[in-house]
């Protein structure tokens, strides 16, 4: 038991020595954002609170960062998802999509969470409080649905309309 013990101390050490490195030289996490999610979108209160809830951590720049951010390999893992769900869409950031892009967000959005897809089961296997239950998720793809037809009756009055300005005939 003693050699075991003698052979083990040295890499034992060493483990500890570079865990403490990594704790003592890992950034910190960015801080979270003050904008408002879906700024420009006509979102009820309960609604939002779904999203908040289940969707701002990771799609958008309110993150609240687990105490478990600052421990590689784990703070890698959590800054690649985060950094990936906020490339595919980023609440925060609502307002500087095109009516167009929102709508598609919409679509995506509204078939992901009804159909389960979202949020990732590995996110709501930690963050529990982040589970939708059908109620929600038909809320949440009831929103989208109607949020996109708002969108596109907007389109439709704001788009040009078609007078000549050279008539065909005097």
């Known amino acids: 038991m003693p050699r075991l013990f003698v052979r083990a101390a040295p890499v034992a050490l060493a483990l500890t020595g570079a865990g403490l490195m990594a704790l003592v030289l890992h950034p910190e996490p960015p801080q979270a954002d003050g904008r408002p999610l879906f700024q420009g979108a006509q979102i009820d209160g309960p609604t939002l609170a779904l999203f908040q809830r289940s969707c701002q951590n990771c799609h958008?720049?309110?993150?609240?960062?687990?105490?478990?951010?600052?421990?590689?390999?784990?703070?890698?893992?959590?800054?690649?998802?985060?950094?990936?769900?906020?490339?595919?869409?980023?609440?925060?950031?609502?307002?500087?999509?095109?009516?167009?892009?929102?709508?598609?967000?919409?679509?995506?959005?509204?078939?992901?969470?009804?159909?389960?897809?979202?949020?990732?089961?590995?996110?709501?296997?930690?963050?529990?409080?982040?589970?939708?239950?059908?109620?929600?998720?038909?809320?949440?793809?009831?929103?989208?649905r109607a949020e996109r037809k708002r969108l596109r009756g907007a389109a439709t009055r704001s788009a040009p309309s078609s007078v000549s300005l050279f008539p065909l005939s005097p």
């Open 60 to 144: 958008s720049e309110r993150t609240e960062w687990p105490w478990y951010i600052r421990i590689p390999p784990a703070s890698w893992i959590i800054a690649k998802d985060v950094h990936d769900a906020r490339r595919r869409m980023n609440l925060s950031q609502w307002d500087r999509y095109t009516s167009d892009a929102q709508r598609d967000l919409l679509a995506r959005m509204g078939v992901a969470v009804r159909s389960g897809r979202m949020p990732l089961p590995r996110y709501v296997f930690v963050h529990r409080k982040a589970i939708l239950t059908a109620g929600e998720r038909e809320q949440i793809y009831g929103w989208t």
